[in-house]
């Protein structure tokens, strides 16, 4: 089974300051994974993912993220923070097209100004 | 082209009532699942559809149910509610069994009193 764990529930970073949030991954196979950003009373919208080839991912809104294999880590960073950036980022994983997406907990990201 | 609707928004329904929500996935995507969203239990998998049959089924009980029409379209059923079903139900929908990204709706916010 697969499984997916954002350490932190909760991060505050002020603005114009480094994001980093952390996702880890359990899968016996080669995963694809994912990060969905989530405003109040809204969906999620894909943010990036990993499928094959590069392992440093860019995505839309200045969000990155790298795949480690080696320390089964997928963390999502963006160089600098934006007030707009508030809001909650889940990771994700899946290991094909026919199998469902298994999401992490959540984290809910704060910029102060 | 248009994203995934999910209809209604929002709906207020009493204990014991049952309630069918509507997702129209993207056009052209064959997939469309659902999750449960809560504060506690974060992002849960309800059951996914592929060519109106269900495939995959997450651990939920049998009062929630789901179908899919032969152009995509999907609902779900849940009966015989409960205070704990309030929640939001999103939808996603997913080109086909080479395509891992999940593209999700608004969600349908439902309150149980």
């Known amino acids: 089974a697969q499984s997916v764990t954002q350490l932190g529930s909760h991060v505050s970073v002020s603005e114009g300051a480094l994001v980093l949030l952390r996702c880890n991954y359990s899968s016996s196979v080669p995963p694809y994974l994912f990060w969905y950003v989530q405003y109040p009373n809204q969906g999620l919208q894909l943010l990036l993912k990993y499928t094959t080839g590069a392992t440093l991912v860019k995505g839309i809104n200045g969000f990155e993220a790298e795949f480690k294999k080696s320390e089964t880590s997928f963390h999502l960073t963006k160089p600098s923070a934006h007030m707009s950036d508030a809001a909650e980022y889940f990771c994700a994983v899946t290991s094909s097209g026919n199998t469902p997406l298994v999401f992490g907990k959540g984290t809910r990201l704060s910029v102060i100004a | 082209k248009a994203g995934v609707t999910q209809t209604p928004r929002y709906l207020i329904k009493t204990r014991g009532q049952q309630v069918t929500l509507s997702c129209s996935p993207i056009?052209?995507?064959?997939?469309v699942s659902w999750y449960q969203q809560t504060p506690g239990q974060g992002l849960q998998f309800l059951f996914e559809?592929?060519?109106?049959?269900?495939?995959n089924k997450g651990n939920f009980p049998g009062r929630f149910s789901g179908r899919q029409f032969s152009n995509s379209r999907s609902e779900m059923n849940v009966s015989t509610l409960e205070l704990g079903d309030s929640a939001l139900y999103l939808c996603?929908?997913?080109?086909?069994?080479?395509?891992?990204?999940?593209?999700f709706g608004q969600g349908t916010r439902l309150t149980v009193v």
């Open positions: 056009s052209g995507h064959r997939s």
């Open positions: 996603a929908s997913r080109a086909g069994d080479r395509n891992t990204e999940a593209f």
């Open positions: 559809y592929f060519s109106e049959t269900q495939r």
